[in-house]
């Protein structure tokens, strides 16, 4: 059993008297009080939850020209793939069958063309797919374009050899001066240093990224713009606008894109409450409030008393009678009554819930077709039409990114622009049967309560 003596915030009253009892299952708290103090004791024992959409409001507003509020978008991101089993699911599946098959047309040869010419780049850009592991590259380029709406990337050369650089926002950011329709990339120096060193464990002996060894990672392992800028003690590098591959989704004619999976926070965030709430509610199902309050008499004519010891007396005999087996009790004259205290919580609704799932799925780009109540064929009907326009916009965005840097390395080793193949990469029809084997059922099942 604890007693305190706590003051009621906004009121001028205590709840003087309050006793914690142990009985297995359920939880009992005994309140002696004046009456003024039942509001406040129903909202501190049974805590209502709910969420404040303010921030994420204040986040929405003017997102794609604020890499601050970028980065803090994508980290909410992160968070709902990880918590929420719709989004997640929806994440899984996309990574599990996005399958870039590569292929490469032909469509600008001239009409006598040179065989062996073609044959030449054909080969070059067969040797940089396999350097770079193209399909790999772009699965995760693409991913990356969903879940964070930007993707920054450069085309390296050493030695004849190709390789690409991607960027993690932060360490890369975008310029606000386009040039000839493409944007500008510049990779913050002292950012890049900072995570170069964070990136070795503390206290390690010959750390190989002390200054001199940072000097040599950054002229090995990043493009020459980077490494001037670096012995040059300047801020900024800017990268070369042609081998860099900047793929942004949704960015509004502002320097950064936005993550389609944005749209499904808010409805998710809300069903959150719903949980809480439902746990809370869950909770005061085995907890007793039981609220003893005192005539205003013991505190006289004027209010000159506290009352204290009518106030202690009444709370010992409501004690003592209560940890009986049976409870027999006969309260002294100070007493006004005694009751239960209710939780104010309900058992969340059902209806709602729906609706916001719903919401959930319709904002990743996937609609549940109505069956007027009989379902057909052997799973549920969903269609992931809008989810595959989205997906089919970032993966046009890398092929344009492809053509550029085809460009260049037929450039590199002197063969004509007529050459240049143009890229293939995805087959979107595949991508949605396979996606929807995976999450019909599930989805379904999230929609119905």
Known sequence: MQNNNKKIPGQDSHVTFASRLDGGSEETVILTSDKTAREWIAKTFYEDTHVNLDELNQLAENAQGDILKILKINSMVQQQINGNNIIGAVYGSLLSNLKTDIKISFDHLPDTYEAETKEKAESLIGRFHKETDIGTFLSSSIAAVYTKG???????????????????????????LPADGLSYALIDINELVDRLQNSVPDGEENNPLLPAGITETIRATYPDEVYQAYIKNERYAKLDIRRTGLNRFCDMNQEYGLSPVFMAIRPSLILDTFEKADAAAASAKVKKIIHQILRKEVMGQSFEKKGLEEMAYAHKNLISAWENPTTLYTSPPCVEKVEYVEPGLKPMDKTSVYQYRSRVISALGISLLPTGGEQSGDAPDITLQRLMKTISKISEQEENILSRWYSIILEENNISQEYCPVPHILNTELLESEMKKDLSELLINNAEI
């Not at 993707?151 to 606000?176: D, T």
Request: net charge positive; with cysteine.
């Open 150 to 176: 930007n993707s920054i990337q450069y085309l390296r050369c050493e030695n004849g050899h190709y390789m690409i650089n991607p960027f993690p926002l932060g360490v890369a950011i975008v310029s606000k």
